[in-house]
């Protein structure tokens, strides 16, 4: 029974009004700025408190309980969701978008994605052209599909912050995050694109064969994103496209 509530009755009260025990309403009560009566779980009348102080103590309590927990159920809020992925890396520093403009030939995938799991067999020999637009980068990826050279246009855009970019890509699992972590332009370039928060880790050299040490460090990104060799595909070294004809580009800047 709920401490400082009277709902015993006996027959001698019969006919008369009920007695309503003030500490208890004080106490499940308050007042509003306006004056008005206002219950910590819900706001009722002076007969929903009379009604309650007329039940039997057992079940006068565990209704108490109940209001309770369902004022803390309202009260409970969800928890804030996990940071994504990309938002712990860090662009490299003082990134210049004027130097990391031009052709880059893509040497290395590593992600979780099952689908690039799947069809890691059909990978084609990919390269990438960049060219600065302001703080923005429009960028050219060209690849074979059934033997036939595509291109496809994409826009890198500002985000505010050098080196980290927004590219708003087909399809419904939303934008891609881009982030350029290291670099130094003349020969490797490492990039982190999010995707539904899936984070995949990209290698690009200038030219091929990529050295070991611009390996190794791929390695030690791949490593630092906790994907491991598994999750890594390599592309073939041979067989790019340098150009698309007119039927064979997809524009994703004008849609």
């Given at each position: 029974?709920?401490?400082?509530?009277?709902?015993?009755?006996?027959?001698?009260?019969?006919?008369?009004?009920?007695?309503?025990?003030?500490?208890?309403?004080?106490?499940?009560?308050?007042?509003?700025?306006?004056?008005?009566?206002?219950?910590?779980?819900?706001?009722?009348?002076?007969?929903?408190v009379a009604?309650?102080?007329?039940?039997?103590?057992?079940?006068?309590?565990?209704?108490?309980?109940?209001?309770?927990?369902?004022?803390?159920?309202?009260?409970?809020?969800?928890?804030?969701?996990?940071?994504?992925?990309?938002?712990?890396?860090?662009?490299?520093?003082?990134?210049?978008?004027?130097?990391?403009?031009?052709?880059?030939?893509?040497?290395?995938?590593?992600?979780?994605?099952?689908?690039?799991?799947?069809?890691?067999?059909?990978?084609?020999?990919?390269?990438?052209?960049?060219?600065?637009?302001?703080?923005?980068?429009?960028?050219?990826?060209?690849?074979?599909?059934?033997?036939?050279?595509?291109?496809?246009?994409?826009?890198?855009?500002?985000?505010?912050?050098?080196?980290?970019?927004?590219?708003?890509?087909?399809?419904?699992?939303?934008?891609?995050?881009?982030?350029?972590?290291?670099?130094?332009?003349?020969?490797?370039?490492?990039?982190?694109?999010?995707?539904?928060?899936?984070?995949?880790?990209?290698?690009?050299?200038?030219?091929?064969?990529?050295?070991?040490?611009?390996?190794?460090?791929?390695?030690?990104?791949?490593?630092?994103?906790?994907?491991t060799e598994d999750h890594?595909?390599?592309?073939?070294?041979?067989?790019?496209?340098?150009?698309?004809?007119?039927?064979?580009?997809?524009?994703?800047?004008?849609?």
């Amino acid at each position: 029974m709920c401490k400082g509530m009277s709902t015993s009755h006996t027959g001698s009260h019969v006919g008369k009004k009920p007695k309503v025990n003030s500490d208890f309403v004080h106490r499940t009560w308050r007042q509003s700025p306006a004056g008005k009566c206002r219950a910590k779980v819900r706001c009722a009348g002076p007969v929903t408190v009379a009604a309650v102080t007329m039940l039997p103590p057992r079940t006068a309590s565990l209704l108490t309980l109940l209001l309770a927990v369902g004022s803390l159920g309202q009260r409970a809020q969800r928890p804030p969701r996990p940071p994504s992925p990309i938002s712990a890396i860090q662009p490299t520093a003082n990134f210049d978008a004027q130097r990391f403009s031009g052709t880059w030939f893509l040497v290395a995938v590593a992600s979780a994605c099952r689908s690039l799991q799947e069809q890691g067999h059909r990978a084609e020999a990919t390269t990438l052209h960049v060219t600065p637009q302001g703080a923005a980068m429009a960028v050219s990826t060209f690849r074979k599909l059934d033997g036939i050279c595509w291109q496809v246009r994409q826009l890198y855009g500002d985000t505010g912050l050098p080196g980290r970019f927004l590219l708003q890509a087909r399809g419904a699992r939303g934008a891609v995050d881009v982030v350029v972590g290291e670099t130094d332009y003349r020969g490797f370039a490492i990039l982190y694109l999010e995707r539904a928060r899936q984070l995949s880790v990209k290698l690009y050299a200038r030219s091929l064969p990529v050295s070991e040490s611009f390996l190794s460090v791929f390695e030690q990104r791949v490593q630092g994103a906790n994907l491991t060799e598994d999750h890594t595909l390599f592309f073939p070294k041979y067989g790019f496209c340098e150009a698309a004809d007119q039927f064979h580009v997809l524009d994703e800047v004008r849609r």
